[in-house]
């Protein structure tokens, strides 16, 4: 019985996929939008979560006072 043979080329990773399929359904003007719109949900998000941990200082803080 042989072995399969190995395959010389990387499987592209989902990302990678979306990525082919994003660039050939919008231009590049589009795609600049869609990943800054996306970097700014993730900023938001990240900022939401410190304003969280903030105020769970203060309420700590105010409560040993």
Known sequence: MQAAPVRA???PSFTDALR???????SGGQRTA????WT?????RRRA????EAERVLEDAASRS
């Open 9 to 11: 080329n990387a499987i």
């Open 20 to 26: 082919a399929i994003e660039s050939l359904l919008m």
């Open 49 to 52: 979560k410190d304003r969280v």
């Open 40 to 44: 700014s949900v993730l900023e938001d």
């Open 34 to 37: 869609r990943r800054n719109a």
